[in-house]
């Protein structure tokens, strides 16, 4: 487990300028949900199996800079959440993640954006609505095995 990982899989830091998530997706496992989180969920067609969130604190109540939820084969969604209120998201139907296949997945903060990249090529950008300088956790969930975490300055 790497420095300041909690058990659960979620990442405590006063400041993020760049985070770096290396993923591997389950082959023919189900991952089974807590009744909890399946509260949480939004109302999708089909649930995600991953998402990343940036939160602003260190609960799930807490605001939410940057999510990305990749449901494969279909899309990917991006949105912010402020006071409680979700903010107009952007969907990508370029979802370069193949079923059973290992993926690397960095997310960088940048000045003005979250910059995404799928296996070293830029795929996405989402413009901040909330300064990363604010986020302070950061919560990998799905149907994935996750290898590695970094974050870093």
Known sequence: MEPGMKPEGRAERDH???????????TGQNSEESPRRREQCHHYHNDPQLEVNFYTGTNEDSDIAFQFRVNFGDC????????????????????????GKSFELRICAHYDEYKVMVNGQHIYNFLHRIPPLFVNMVEVWGDISLTRVLVYN
Do not use: H, S
């Not at 993020?16 to 389950?26: D, E, G, P, S, V």
């Open 16 to 26: 993020l300028n760049a985070a770096t998530q290396r993923f591997t997706q389950k």
């Open 76 to 99: 990917v969604i991006m949105n912010t959440r402020e006071i409680g209120m979700w903010r107009c998201e952007e969907k990508c139907y370029n979802v370069p993640f193949e079923d």
